[in-house]
């Protein structure tokens, strides 16, 4: 391109709602075939921008200028007539219907064509899959696809629309390190064709590797454009919360040699094979490894989901089974599951109802009730214990950010006081204050004798909370890294380098 | 064979008991393999297979209603009155009349669904009442004899499309009604496998939130949906009447369970989002299929909801087994 245009220029853009200013005085000039991060926190506003250029907000002062028009009065239909796309996180897809209809969806609507017609569906979506240089079978059902294709469809659901500029919330959240890379390719071509991408995360490192620029945004307020050779994640985060974040790297300071959880040659047919560990009490054991390698069901297996074959698990040096959550929760075990809003939380129950959830027992009344005035004041202590950003106690956790949800969830399980807990990946879709948060909780939980098991899939998370780690690779436990091995100024290069060496295409994994 | 294969599972299940069960019938009693069979087989269930219909289509959409019954023999019996009173005797204006009642009770439903923004289940359930209660307070529920039946319905009732004769000498006919079912089930399969509003529909089953993203207007889809079933309901009103050959109005309300469960076993999901009209008109073959013929068994009707159970039961038990698989693989262990 001699020239570089640019599609959006939205300048001085201001947006309050009801008492709160979201955003204020944020300028911003996306140009074609530009790769941009919008990062900030939670809440920050960088939603309700992407919402104001998307026509779904009107803004309360500011001007929007796309493809060099001045746009008066914005509408969604103004922002698709130019080109403007959104794929949600949720991506809003179609499950029980084919890819051919779910890419070819909004453009139909958009024709607004009374009768339907297989062929046309068909080659629209066929075109809309060969920009992008996929083949993906166009009368399967968008449930049997894997997340990864999901996304890949929404993708194609835009282009067939002419997006010309595409924002994708938080979209390497669900995927494996193969899949984001693949994406990122497809994005790459997107900016070959002159297709700016906006990319909204949390999680940026990914994304880095391919943008252009980055734009940070805190407290409705833009804190700056950088370029993205100059900025590294510290720095990022210090933009992004405005205060400096450090991980200190955790180390078990007890005399107790005792083994808390040991596990003894489990083995779950076609999940995990011949897994042995052991954790103390103030361990942080590390659990890593590619997405897929087993770790998730060992933890279930552990909290009495997922029956193992064989194999024997002892507690506190006795043998035991755990066939149900309860027994686990009998034996002291806590599990904050991967998919806290579909496997950990009630969405549609209050914070109060959600922190009490594992301690019923022991918040009954004289008849066998539960005694709410015991509950709401466990609950009103875990809101100010956690720092959880609530009204009040009778707030639902649906209403909640990921982070404050987390941290509900965290709560939950720190009121029933494990002697043994897990965490499944629990930063994952997280803004970087709460992270640093949940890392304060896990470490302070430790170190006063609690056991844990953290499963996390970035290597950076692991090295800065466990003083153990353990990598696995399709079922099997591979590396067991030692106190003293952790302590190694290179830890983090050498188990990334592990892990990455599971990769399919480098080279076989261990076996 | 091809086309065997590219069927869903429901149906392939539901066409295999079909054929199995027509062949322990026929090897039991030779009767049973006859055109007359098949004309009954028809004539009978046509009603259901119109009402069918509208059910697959609400259901498709995400929602349930309860109260087409009520709002078909509103349809039926009000157009009976109508045609009595004033001596009407023109089956366009008889079929008219009660298609109308039936389109204005069925947006109702759609009104008060998108206003309330409540389960369609409740809604339907209570304007089931209403409209029923309506009906009787308006026009009573006497009983019409066959004798008293305006000439039209006699009509429908005794057509014929084709005659022929059995072993016996006797003359067997297929009945007219098979015309307004071939009508309606083509009409169902364009709405929804040929028109926009078709997508719309499972769209709005899928993820209703999302149907909205892609720009449709899910309110106005509902009104055409409820509309559309009301349409059926008052078609079926007077297939009902002119083919029991005298009305207790009160006989239709309570069969809306087994038309819903006819839906089920043909496959559409209750969550919406998916179903067929070929899965629909097998799980009506086999309703009324039980219905006729397990008297060639030695068996009484009743063993017909029995049987029906069973077949619902052993479907259920495939979609909970395959949505288990379905969930282990994402690591939900519900068990």
Known sequence: MAEEKNIVVAEHISKSYVGVQALNDVSITIKEGEIKCLAGENGCGKSTFVKIIAGVEEPTAGRIVINGKEMTKHTTKDAIDEGIQVIFQDLSLFHAMSVAENIAMNKLVKEGKPLTNKKEIEKIARDALNLIGVDIPLDVQVQELSIANRQLIAICRALALDARLLFMDEPTTALTKNEVDSLLNIVLGLKARGIAVVFISHKLDEVMRIADSITVIRDGHKIGDFAASEIDSKKLAYYMTGRQVDYQQYSRNLENEEKLLEVRNLTKKGNYEDVSLSVRKGDILGLTGLLGAGRTELALSIFGLNKPDSGEIYMEGKKVTISSPDDAIDLGIGLVPEERALQGLFLQKSVNENVAAAILKRLKGLFGNIDSGKSRALAKEAIDTFRIKVYNEDTLVGTLSGGNQQKALIARWAASSPKLFMLDTPTVGIDIGSKAEIYEYIQKFASEGMGIILISDEVEEIVANCNRVIVMFDGHVVKEYTEEEMKDPDIKEKINALVESGKPGKGAAVS | ?335
Do not use: H
Not at chain 2, 173 to 179: A, D, E, K, N, T
């Open chain 2, 1 to 335: 064979m091809k086309a065997f294969k590219k069927i869903d599972r429901t149906q392939r299940f539901l066409l295999i008991i079909i054929f199995i069960y027509c062949i322990i019938v026929a090897s039991r009693n030779s009767a049973f393999l006859s055109l007359s069979t098949l004309f009954a087989l028809i004539r009978s269930s046509a009603g259901t297979a119109i009402l069918a219909m509208g059910v697959l289509m609400v259901m498709i959409s995400g929602g349930i209603d309860v109260s087409f019954p009520a709002i078909a023999i509103f349809g039926g019996y009000a157009s009976l009155r109508a045609c009595m009173t004033f001596g009407i005797t023109n089956m366009f204006v008889t079929f008219a009349i009660s298609i109308g009642i039936g389109i204005v009770l069925g947006i109702g439903n759609a009104l008060l669904i998108n206003l309330l923004k409540l389960e369609p289940f409740i809604i339907t359930l209570s304007t089931a009442s209403v409209y029923f209660g309506l009906m009787t307070i308006m026009i009573g529920t006497k009983n019409v004899g066959a004798s008293l039946l305006p000439p039209q319905f006699r009509t429908l009732s005794s057509m014929k499309l084709i005659t022929t004769t059995n072993q016996y000498g006797g003359t067997i006919g297929l009945s007219v009604f098979i015309i307004p079912v071939v009508g309606c089930i083509f009409l169902t399969w364009f709405i929804l496998r040929k028109t926009l509003i078709g997508k719309g529909i499972f769209a709005m089953g899928c993820n209703n939130e999302a149907a909205r993203r892609a720009g449709f207007n899910v309110n106005l889809l509902r009104i055409f949906i409820f509309g559309f079933a009301g349409f059926l309901a008052g078609v079926m009103g007077i297939i009902y009447i002119a083919g029991t050959n005298s009305v207790n109005p009160v006989s239709l309300v309570g069969t809306e369970m087994s038309v819903i469960a006819c839906v089920v076993i043909g496959g559409a999901a209750p969550s919406g989002g998916y179903g067929t009209i070929f899965g629909t008109i097998l799980g009506v073959i086999l309703y009324y299929l039980f219905n006729q013929t397990l008297v060639y068994l030695g068996l009484s009707a009743s063993w017909q909801e029995f049987f029906m159970g069973i077949v619902l039961l052993i479907s259920l038990i495939s979609t909970s087994w395959q949505r288990r698989v379905q969930s282990r693989k994402n690591f939900i262990y519900t068990e």
